[in-house]
């Protein structure tokens, strides 16, 4: 398992050493509590998981490394719900009823005590005439906006990039929105969206970039997102694992980087530094490095890539000073690099599109290959380290059935070699006999390859592409591919 860049080719890098004495401020509904507790009261809701992998530890030179699976939130295959969800509550609880929801300009008032839950959303929609959401996107983010208009009895309106590939347009419609094809890029994407809400009445615009003029809505996606983070430092505990010396994200327009340098580098926050963070882009659209390198925001040309979420070309502009002085380093990965990590993931139980497993592709950029003595002394990794990586989507299936090459990661059954902690759960993990659950698992589960059947106490299950089957610990050093025997008891 080597995913390193090739030695011939120069590392799309930029480090900012003096990045974790910067602190900022924290947003009152992110430190009482509120929105997680707003999450808490959504159905369905749980902790996505935190998986260990071993392998990773001994192939990046480090002491532990966790990935957190964000394949399956709230009953979507990526993290943008936490966005989409409070942004939606946050919009409709600030307007005054049986006014339009909030103008493309955003400059509907801060909420006071909005209800919670899926009944106060649809009570507070109800109020408003005319009202229909409309956002631009490369996939996700689009279906979690028309997931919570659909949730609030609500149209939704979502304008998709040209490039958008069949399954992600089916897949926003499979919500009940009316998707708009746009012949150009994210960024045009989002100015036609932009456009079409300013001239529509009642037409709520929820995107997750900012420019001026148009920040609050943003804030509160960068704000739905530190529930993720909320649960990471209590899975992390639950795993004596202790803080992380290195978060690595991947970066479309910067939203949840922006929310995991507003988490690590909140005043007080446990009285010391905070991990390096490490940003991962696309080379074909590496726009927060241009600006980190130009010392400004600026904007880049992208192209096509298999990381179809981080296809964009300009930061959100209330994202720009989180990086500019809180962000350690960035770096961007190629395609190449990009699918093989998925296809390493998926091997490892982890179900991962190329968007997500970029930060396991940045990781390895990062912390191996020529130079990486010198990169490692700036994010500070040892070989005792803890290394979290946020992937951020679920595996998309064409993807699984293409790998740039077969994953040289061997899953061993031994307890801890791949263990799924969620909240409150201990590092001995579960034993509950499920069989089959994407994206979850717990301490001692088997890594299987896309099909294979796993047997346990409560019957047969066939775990599909990045999954694992939950149930009693397997005995024996098991290799990928291979049904391994299961003890009872």
């Not at 003096?18 to 602190?23: D, K």
């Not at 529930?227 to 803080?243: K, S």
């Not at 299950?461 to 149930?471: E, L």
């Amino acid at each position: 398992m080597n995913g390193s860049p090739q030695a011939s080719q120069p590392l799309p890098w930029f480090a900012r050493p003096q990045a974790r004495s910067w602190t900022c401020a924290i947003p009152g509904e992110v430190s009482s509590g509120a929105v997680r507790a707003f999450h808490a009261s959504l159905p369905g809701y749980a902790p996505t998981p935190l998986a260990e992998i071993p392998a990773l530890a001994a192939e990046l030179g480090t002491g532990r490394v966790f990935v957190k699976d964000e394949s399956a939130r709230l009953g979507l295959p990526a993290f943008k719900v936490l966005g989409a969800s409070w942004a939606v509550h946050q919009l409709l609880a600030s307007t005054p009823a049986g006014e339009p929801a909030a103008p493309a300009t955003d400059s509907a008032p801060v909420p006071a005590t909005p209800a919670d839950g899926l009944a106060g959303l649809r009570e507070l929609a109800a109020r408003r005439r005319g009202l229909i959401f409309v956002t631009a996107t490369d996939g996700n983010h689009g279906r979690a906006v028309a997931r919570m208009a659909k949730l609030a009895g609500a149209p939704a309106r979502v304008f998709v990039p040209a490039v958008t590939g069949p399954a992600a347009r089916a897949a926003i419609a499979s919500e009940g929105a009316e998707v708009i094809e746009v012949a150009g890029g994210y960024d045009e994407t989002v100015a036609k969206a932009r456009q079409w809400a300013r001239d529509r009445r009642g037409a709520a615009l929820v995107q997750d970039t900012a420019w001026p003029g148009y920040e609050q809505v943003p804030g509160w996606i960068v704000a739905g997102y530190s529930t993720l983070f909320a649960e990471l430092g209590a899975q992390l505990a639950a795993a004596g694992a202790g803080p992380p010396a290195l978060v690595a994200v991947p970066v479309g327009v910067g939203s949840l980087a922006q929310a995991a340098v507003a988490h690590y580098r909140a005043r007080g926050a446990a009285g010391r530094a905070g991990p390096a963070l490490l940003s991962v882009e696309p080379d074909t659209a590496a726009c927060l490095l241009a600006s980190l390198r130009a010392g400004a925001l600026v904007s880049v040309p992208t192209a096509n890539t298999v990381m179809a979420g981080l296809n964009c070309g300009t930061i959100s502009s209330i994202a720009w000073p989180y990086f500019a002085n809180g962000l350690d380093a960035a770096v961007a990965v190629s395609d190449d690099a990009a699918r093989q990590a998925t296809v390493d993931l998926a091997n490892a139980g982890i179900s991962s599109g190329p968007s997500g497993a970029a930060s396991l592709a940045g990781a390895r950029a990062a912390l191996t290959g020529p130079g990486s003595a010198a990169r490692r002394t700036v994010l500070s990794v040892a070989a005792n380290s803890v290394i979290v990586l946020l992937s951020t989507e679920a595996a998309h299936p064409a993807q699984l059935l293409t790998p740039a090459a077969p994953s040289r990661l061997v899953c061993l059954t031994r307890k801890r070699d791949i263990s799924f902690l969620h909240s409150g759960e201990s590092a001995n993990g579960r034993q509950d006999g499920q069989l089959g659950q994407p994206g979850t698992g717990y301490a001692g589960a088997a890594c299987v390859d896309p099909g294979t059947v796993a047997r346990g106490p409560a019957g047969r299950g066939t775990a599909g592409p990045g999954r694992v089957a939950r149930g009693d610990r397997v005995r024996g050093d098991t290799e990928p591919g291979r049904r391994g025997r299961r003890l009872h008891g």
